[in-house]
């Protein structure tokens, strides 16, 4: 739809009507306007996969791997792809707006919710999330590039003050959202927190640069709950705000307009953004377009497998242990507690429900042949924290079906509603007019025998009961405005209770519905305290016997997940012992790490193998299968620099201090805070091993770069091992003796290579002029310095054998608006300035 068409469809409506528009009509859709053909937009999260409207377990989705895994792969290509298959999910649940790409950084690897970000580094975490773009938007699908800005960490996350100098912000948190913008994106979301003392739903930077330098012509969402004024945010280019129906906005905006604090005209041109995406989305006229699904159906899960594999990462094959030849195995040990329950994605608002989960220890049964013996035992206890009730030990007590039964009371205790629901974990109950109380029943048959923790999640009025004897009844008051924690995660109360293996005891949860207390209620347990000793045992036992022993170790929900960050690197719950005494027993162990973000190894060096898996999706099993027998080469290398222990991290603390979360270390983070430091990394950012070696020859570049500081530069390398591979061929920049700070050396580009056994391979890496520039704070715009920059190619910021230079010339001589600066009256001697680029077509 033309501007023009739009113009006419905003001239046509009230001011009432307009401002309707600019609020959310219910937790996931905006507003329709029939008289200028609008339907309501469904909007739905997210990275992994699409939920849709409802939080519902029994509405199931595909889970993709987790964006640090896609990151991992280093492969646009495959990230289009998923963005595609994301595309189709979205169509076939009517959801016209996908709440990602998540564009925020791993500042430091105590971030909490690094799982749903792609990287440490600004261009990697822009290829990656451009590529997603690229494929949601191509199949009608809006993305939107959140969380706009400088949102790297959870604490405080609703009010925190991020100070960070203009610098910093353009050539590292705002560069992954300048790419977005590049690639067409459609929705930009602004975040919760404040950037230099300015909330972001109010904030001058989604006017500049986003809309105008940028020529951004989408809609600003805001995070759901984040405008939380009206009159600031509504003179800012914050467009929509979210959820609905109530909001900051609505009549107070109606009234701000009318009295002239905000302008008609502000008005006019969200409706019109508004207005714009509809049209792009096809909820805007008759008829809708039809969008046809990128990645065929039979394809979707092979798609999830294949992208798991390509995201996992080989740290360490120590005798080239790995791939495992699964002919010459009769006896496999697959041990510890992520080995038959991964974890295939993050905690909080992102998450979705698959309809199945191949576990490491189910992928590896399918991959051996029937013959072989195959061990398996957690080796720590389980988890004391108490987890929702499924399935595998609970039956609805009316009708025997496996799971819950779950019933909204009136204010007498009469029953309004009854349905039937696969877990304990109800975040959003049924719906019912008088409904005063949320109540969740079920037979509890325990596996063992002894005392339980029963839990019960919500806020306000709560009780719980085991056997007609009640173990915990209190009111909680809420005291948090988080809305993960009120909505998603509600915190436990919890009571304990003698039961019987195999003895089914009636359990029952309530809550009352308050207002501002949310609604999400979970029924939860976890078994007595079992003997660590006992579960070490069971697990070096099983390795002794063993032909070959692979060990699954991961982090928790409570240790990572959305809404609060990591308070130490280090495994939980004695897994770090587990691994010792198993390559204590076998010398050929291998481990299999499933985290969203970097943990600590200590044992790294002790093990034979070491694959970083990730948060993979449901196909975690298959995947780890096909690597670990060598159907397919692992393809990961590390979108983030991996500590030796957390007390070398240079950037390590995420926490607010009076509200502030200073960035005092400025463009240094990540592997370019590494490279500064007296120590390295366990592993750095751009590692990762294949199943052969390579060999880097020759490095060719243009002795001066082109006008626009762009060059090509050509990497030989040859494939020196016993079977085909892929290898990421990686560049960097370094400037010595430059007039301005700058990095050791910084990203800069890459591509990936194959070749067969003995061969060799020629990669092909442009450079663009971008990446030589830097921001100047006293003229306010893109500046490049001349002279010889030093280029490096290599396997990871670590390792980077070879390195040639390349001239960037003075500008020549221009026409004076060129040359002129914006502000001020010159620059820096030797400095040319980059012309700004022309505003995206629509």
Known sequence: MTDEELDTLVAALDLAAKVRLLSGASGWRTHAEPAAGLRAMVTSDGPVGVRGESWDERETSLVLPSPTALAAAWDEQLATELGGLLAAEARYKGVDVLLAPTLNLHRTPLGGRHFECYSEDPLLTARIGAAVIRGVQAGGVAATAKHFVANDAETDRLTVDVHVGERVLREVYLAPFEAAVEAGVWVVMSAYNQVNGVTMSASPLLAEPLKGEWGFDGLVVSDWGAVRTTVETARAAQDLAMPGPESAWGDALLMAVRTGAVAQSAVDDKVRRLLRLASRVGALGSPAPVWRPVVAEAGRRALLRR??????????????????????????????????????????????????????????????????????????????????????????????????????????????????????????????????????????????????????????????????????????????????????????????????????????????????????????????????????????????????????????EETESEGSDRVSLALPDGQDDLVRAVAGVHPGTVVLVNSGGPVALPWRDEVAAVLIGWFPGQEAGHAAADVLFGRVEPGGRLPTTWPAGQDDVPVPDPTPRNGVLPYTEGLHIGHRAWLRGPVAPAYWFGHGLGYTDWEYERLDAPEVASRDGSFDVRVRVRNTGGREGREVVQLYLARPGSAVERPVRWFAGHTAVRARAGETAEAVVRVPGTALRHWSVEERRWLVEPGVFTVYAGRSAGDVPLATEVAVPAPAPMAGALLRPERGTGRASGVRPVSRRPRMPG
Request: glycine share 10%; net charge negative.
């Open 307 to 556: 992208a798991a594999a390509a995201g996992t990462v080989l740290v360490r094959n120590a005798g080239q242990v790995l791939p495992l030849d699964p002919k010459g195995l009769r006896t496999v040990a697959v041990l510890g507690p992520r080995a038959a329950g991964p974890r295939i994605q993050g905690g909080g608002s992102a998450e979705v429900f698959p309809a199945t989960v191949a576990s490491p220890l189910d992928g590896i049964r399918a991959a051996l042949d029937p013959g072989v013996r195959l061990l398996h035992a957690p080796g720590v206890p389980p988890e004391r924290r108490p987890a929702p009730l499924t399935r595998e030990v609970t039956r609805n007590p009316v009708t025997g079906e496996p799971g819950v039964l779950v019933s909204l009371l009136d204010a007498d205790g009469a029953v309004l509603h009854s349905e039937h629901r696969l877990s304990g974990r109800i975040v959003e109950p049924a719906r019912a007019d008088d409904a005063a109380t949320v109540e969740i029943r079920t037979l509890l048959r325990p596996a063992v025998s002894g005392e339980w923790t029963l839990a019960v999640g919500g806020f306000g009025a709560v009780s719980l009961s085991a056997g007609g004897r009640t173990v915990v009844d209190g009111v909680f008051a809420r005291d948090t405005d988080d809305p993960t924690l009120v909505h998603v995660s509600p915190p436990y109360r919890c009571g304990r209770v003698a039961l019987t293996a195999g003895e089914e005891t009636e359990i029952v949860a309530r809550r009352e519905l308050a207002p501002d207390t949310g609604i999400a209620t979970i029924l939860a347990a976890a078994p007595p305290a079992a003997s660590p000793a006992a579960a070490l045992a069971e697990a070096v036992a099983a390795a002794r016997t063993a032909d070959a022993v692979v060990v699954v170790v991961g982090t928790t």
